[in-house]
């Protein structure tokens, strides 16, 4: 069966550095594209990025470069999101999934993660 | 940056009943890259339709989609209890990929 881990929920401060991560628990990880998507408390889903574990392409959402880091370890078939200096507004939920087989980066999400909750607060 | 427009904001049927969901997109987009996605609270969404008319892995034929162009629609034919929940529209064909804003659909 098809399934995305993810990381437990952080409390940071602002300033904090952190990593949450994704892991495929089933299937051909290196083969599949994985993305990151933000749901900030009551709101929305936002598009952060993608990333191609076979070669680490990346490609990210104009309102998320530079703000981010998409990565990926294909020897422990996790992706990764880090933030090097977390801000009281990254505080959401964040999930990874990965995209239908097939259409190469042009996929629909079709396996989620359960999402990680993020809280940044002083 | 391609929007996603919603509507209506809020739907309040009653089990049984029809339930029509538009998406609007800023510009053309092509039925090939539009999903729809069902999420409850405290879950992650769900994957519903993709290619504006596909059904996703396991779900039930009350679910359909249509359109074209800049106009998309998803049905739920006959409600159930467990559908009652937001949908959000996406398109992938294109960089950013975006949502809509979403759909509560509630019980009436």
């Known amino acids: 069966e098809v399934q995305l881990v993810q990381s437990g929920a952080e409390v940071k401060k602002p300033g904090e550095s952190l990593r949450i991560s994704c892991k495929d628990a089933?299937?051909?990880?290196?083969?599949?594209?994985i993305a990151w998507v933000r749901q900030m408390p009551g709101k929305g889903l936002e598009w952060m990025g993608l990333?191609?574990?076979?070669?680490?392409?990346?490609r990210y959402s104009p309102s998320f470069q530079g703000q981010v880091t998409i990565s990926a370890d294909k020897s422990f078939s996790t992706a990764y999101l880090q933030w090097s200096s977390l801000k009281a507004s990254d505080t959401a939920m964040y999930y990874c999934?990965?995209?239908?087989?097939?259409?190469?980066?042009?996929?629909?999400?079709?396996?989620w993660g359960q999402g990680t909750m993020v809280i940044v607060s002083s | 940056e391609i929007v996603l427009t919603q509507s209506p904001g809020t739907l309040s049927l009653s089990p049984g009943e029809r339930a029509t969901l538009s998406c609007r997109t800023s510009?053309?987009?092509?039925?090939?890259?539009l999903a729809w996605y069902q999420q409850k609270p405290g879950q992650a969404p769900r994957l519903l339709i993709y290619?504006?008319?596909s059904r996703a892995t396991g779900i039930p034929d009350r679910f359909s989609g249509s359109g074209s162009g800049t106009d998309f629609t998803l049905t739920i034919s006959r409600l159930e209890p467990e559908d009652f929940a937001v949908y959000y529209c996406?398109?992938?064909?294109?960089?950013?990929?975006?949502f809509g804003q979403g759909t509560k659909l509630e019980i009436k």
């Open positions: 999934a990965r995209l239908v087989a097939g259409f190469g980066s042009y996929g629909a999400f079709d396996i």
């Open positions: 089933g299937y051909s990880f290196v083969n599949s594209w």
């Open positions: 990333i191609y574990p076979g070669d680490s392409d990346t």
């Open positions: 510009q053309s987009v092509s039925s090939t890259y």
């Open positions: 290619g504006a008319s």
């Open positions: 996406q398109q992938y064909g294109y960089s950013p990929r975006t």
